[in-house]
Every structure is written in structure tokens, then in C-alpha cells.
Nanobody
Framework: QVQLVESGGGLVQAGGSLRLSCAAS????????MGWFRRAPGKEREFVAA????????YYADSVKGRFTISRDNAKNTVYLQMNSLKPEDTAVYYC????????????????WGQGTQVTVSS
């Protein structure tokens, strides 16, 4: 089992930045891949970013590439999502997710999810 708690969401103007944090507990954090997803109003949940267990290798949705950065601190059992140059279309509830594998796969569904944190970008 993995418990995830997100923080850092809020209201920001377009062009601004936010950093989301996700604190994990339960399973050995350093051995699992971590990801971020989001769900915008009226839309399906979508993949945003992921990182393998050791860091280094990262994956991004095309819509956020170059603007968002995922990182992790295994000593603190925390994964981050730095979001820069935010756009109104980035408005969504953002979810942290933990995989039950060490390496990210687009075909793998994370079994563990946080409660979500709201990000609202005003124009």
C-alpha cells in the first residue's frame, strides 16, 4: 500500500508558476515509478508526467513538455511537479500517482492515487 498526499495547488494568473508536492508513505518510495495526472472540468483524466524510480528518465505529455518538470527526492519520499508558463487550459485537479513497478509504462495503470489538488489558471 502507498498513501499519497498532494499539496501546492491554487489560483495563479496565466504565465505564472506553481509547484505541486506529493508526499508518499507506506511502500519503499525509492523503488517505484511516480506520476502526475490531471482532470479538467468535463474531460477525462489525462497523463501529465512520470519519472522512473531512480529519477533521471522522465516522461511528459506533449501539452506540458518544456513547461512542466517532474522531480523526486527519495530521501523525503516526495515527488514534485514544477509548472511554469501556466495557461488557462492547465486548469484541472492534479493527482499524484504511484506505480507498482520501477519503470514507467504508458500501458500500466497506477494502483495508488492521491486525493487531488486544484490548480486554477486565470486569463
Amino acid at each position: 500500500q502507498v498513501q499519497l498526499v498532494e499539496s501546492g495547488g491554487g489560483l495563479v494568473q496565466a504565465g505564472g508558476s506553481l509547484r505541486l508536492s506529493c508526499a508518499a508513505s507506506g511502500r519503499t518510495f525509492s523503488n517505484i515509478a511516480m506520476g502526475w495526472f490531471r482532470r479538467a472540468p468535463g474531460k477525462e483524466r489525462e497523463f501529465v508526467a512520470a519519472m522512473n524510480r531512480g529519477g533521471g528518465t522522465t516522461y511528459y505529455a506533449d501539452s506540458v513538455k518544456g513547461r512542466f518538470t517532474i522531480s523526486r527526492d527519495n530521501a523525503k519520499n516526495t515527488v514534485y511537479l514544477q509548472m511554469n508558463s501556466l495557461k488557462p487550459e492547465d486548469t484541472a485537479v492534479y493527482y499524484c500517482a504511484a506505480y507498482d513497478r520501477s519503470y514507467y509504462s504508458a500501458y500500466a495503470q497506477p494502483p495508488y492515487w492521491g486525493q487531488g489538488t486544484q490548480v486554477t489558471v486565470s486569463s
